[in-house]
């Protein structure tokens, strides 16, 4: 049966660590991979870091770059090279691949985010491997996607992937870092992220010296990918065979369950896709109604509004401790929520001058986080 594969791989799994130079005899094994995915009838998509990394090498820098300006400059550098290398090698193996770069402006707009999918069912019809990445050297720092785990996340999400594969520096997830505590228990499967937030582990926050990445942005990704359905498994970049072994049934690497209910595209894409513009603070009467009864959301559930926001942009529904529990499109902007919060519907003529929606974010625009 074909499944739609989407595979992530770091620059740790990419560069060797104590040069940054690319490991061309992990990525041939990728290839290969990749390509005999492919021969069985599989659709794939690869998503590759490694830009800057390349472009670090190639300049002979001695540590990524730290201003905005440079990394841009850098992954110009760099994209070109990585993509030569890719070419050369699925040239080799007679596999045509096209090159995706994507900024987060490209799935904030819905048009935008429906003509990226329409591109990658095209190329995977063709039977092409689009190879993806961020488009660092046009991205701004707040339409930036901040890691390619979110990426190929919202990737897999987009295109309705069936496994999403986030190839890393580590054979798995671990109750601790192995690096520092040598009796950290290996977690070989995630039946929900309620459970993931039970045993409370200690995730560490940046990935190595050339990569943005850490094992908390894997996690984070994995409730991106489960929400949709998509079963996700993070294992070692190191042994790329080991994607064929685990879709025939092998429990290599750390599983995390899909959803058995994903929600739908359009509450992903409000959920996920979107920046969001503002925050809204809820009483427990609105989070009782918003998360248990699923109803919609009032203006008079609302005790406090933060950020500068119009209508249908997405805000953050928050609890009183600032945790966010759910994403949605209001039908207010910041200036109309900030006369009408706490205050009744059918106040809202009277207090605004001129009649509006009776909900503040309707059920259908509002989506659990």
């Excluded at 041939?28 to 599989?42: S, V």
């Excluded at 040598?182 to 409370?200: G, R, W």
């Excluded at 996700?232 to 072994?245: A, H, S, Y």
Aim: net charge neutral; charged share 20%.
């Amino acid at each position: 049966m074909t499944k739609t594969i989407v595979v992530k791989i770091g620059t740790s799994s990419l560069t060797q660590p104590e040069t940054g130079q690319l490991a061309l005899s992990s990525i041939a094994t990728l290839a290969e991979t990749l390509c005999d995915l492919r021969r069985q009838g599989h659709r794939v998509i690869l998503v590759s870091s490694g830009a800057v990394g390349v472009g670090c090498a190639r300049l002979g820098l001695t540590e990524r770059p730290k201003t905005i300006a440079l990394k841009q400059a850098v992954a110009a550098v760099g994209q070109g090279r990585l993509m030569r290398i890719y070419d050369d090698l699925f040239s080799i193996l007679q596999q045509p691949i096209a090159q995706v770069l994507l900024t987060r402006a490209d799935l904030v707009q819905r048009s935008r985010y429906l003509n990226v999918n329409n591109t990658f069912q095209e190329l995977l019809g063709l039977g092409v491997i689009p190879i993806v990445n961020e488009n660092d050297t046009v991205a701004v720092e707040e339409l930036k996607f901040g890691d390619n785990d979110t990426l190929s996340a919202l990737v897999a999400s987009l295109v309705e992937a069936n496994w999403l594969f986030l190839l890393t520096d580590v054979d798995r997830l671990y109750s601790a870092d192995p690096r520092f505590v040598p009796d950290a228990k290996p977690i070989s499967l995630v039946s929900s992220m309620q459970e993931l937030t039970d045993l409370q582990i200690q995730t560490g926050g940046q990935g190595s010296q050339w990569g943005t990445g850490g094992m908390m942005t894997k996690i984070s990704a994995a409730r991106i990918a489960i929400a949709a359905g998509i079963r996700t498994v993070i294992t070692q970049g190191q042994f790329p065979r080991n994607i064929e072994k685990i879709i025939q049934g092998e429990l290599i690497g750390t599983h995390f369950a899909p959803q058995p209910e994903p929600t739908s595209a359009r509450k992903r894409w409000i959920a996920y896709g979107l920046i969001p513009g503002g925050k809204l603070y809820l009483d427990e009467g609105a989070i009782a109604a918003v998360v248990k009864a699923g109803k919609s959301l009032l203006a008079a559930g609302i005790k406090a509004v933060e950020g500068e926001f119009d209508n249908q942009e997405a805000v953050q529904l928050c609890d009183s401790n600032g945790d966010e529990i759910a994403r949605g499109l209001v039908n207010y902007n910041s200036e109309e929520l900030q006369k009408i919060c706490g205050r009744h519907s059918r106040e809202i003529p009277s207090i605004l001058g001129y009649g509006g929606a009776d909900t503040v974010i309707h059920r259908d625009n509002l989506v659990l986080i």
